[in-house]
């Protein structure tokens, strides 16, 4: 079956703009989660959602947001870029349900750089 | 979620098994061990989880102390795309809010050497 799919896979933006990357889950997974990958911080979590409702928030500023969509797909936004917001940014798909399995399958990450 | 403590690097020779270990002392009695591993550039990719008992699939073995305070993860035979990161992560699958997220360490990277 297909896996985690992310667009756009590589970015450009200025300082000041705002960027809406997206994730399409693998199909019947209901949970999305993004990632934050840089060299400095490695990988940090930034939040998750499940059935449209953000069950868990990392610890990045209000200028990250996000929204799941019914038909489980998941965007992320980041207002008003700075320099330092230019990582790889991953989401993971996940069936959610909490069982003992709970595994996550990551796509290949959408790179966006800020200049 | 429980801490873990992994080395910064390893070394392998192609061919040979990799062992790679992770301290996790606070292992409280219902978290789960889990390994993932990233090649450069991925997203990170599921290699194997247990709880108390030895697990094995087709990509690993997982060997987990009788005290549960460490495990390691072995590559049976380490080939050059075995190459990447490799995370150890203690979690509860089920339960609130705050688990419902992977909190990833440093890692160790795995470097298999021809």
């Known amino acids: 079956k297909a896996g985690v799919t992310q667009t756009p896979r590589y970015l450009i933006k200025t300082r000041g703009q705002q960027v809406t990357l997206s994730c399409s889950p693998i199909s019947g997974h209901r949970s999305v989660s993004w990632y934050q990958q840089t060299p400095g911080q490695g990988l940090q979590f930034l939040f998750e959602y499940f059935s449209e409702t953000q069950r868990n928030k990392g610890n990045f500023p209000g200028r990250f947001s996000g929204r799941q969509f019914s038909n489980s797909r998941s965007e992320m936004n980041v207002s008003t870029l700075e320099l330092g917001d230019s990582a790889l940014y991953l989401c993971?798909?996940?069936?959610?349900?909490?069982?003992?399995?709970?595994?996550?399958?990551f796509g290949s990450g959408t790179r966006l750089t800020v200049v | 979620d429980a801490k873990t403590t992994q080395p910064t690097s390893m070394d392998c020779a192609e061919g040979r098994a990799a062992n790679l270990p992770c301290n996790h002392s606070?292992?409280?009695?219902?978290?789960?061990v889990y390994w993932y591993r990233q090649i450069h550039s991925q997203g990170p990719q599921y290699i194997i989880h247990?709880?108390?008992n030895n697990e094995t699939n087709e990509m690993a073995s997982l060997i987990i102390t009788e005290d549960r305070k460490s495990s390691t993860l072995i590559l049976p035979h380490a080939t050059l795309r075995d190459t990447a990161v490799y995370y150890c992560i203690v979690r509860h699958p089920r339960g609130g809010g705050s688990n419902y997220k992977l909190t990833f360490g440093k890692g160790t990277l795995l470097t298999v050497n021809p």
């Open positions: 606070t292992i409280s009695g219902n978290e789960y």
């Open positions: 247990g709880l108390k």
């Open positions: 993971a798909s996940s069936a959610g349900q909490g069982s003992e399995y709970s595994g996550y399958t």
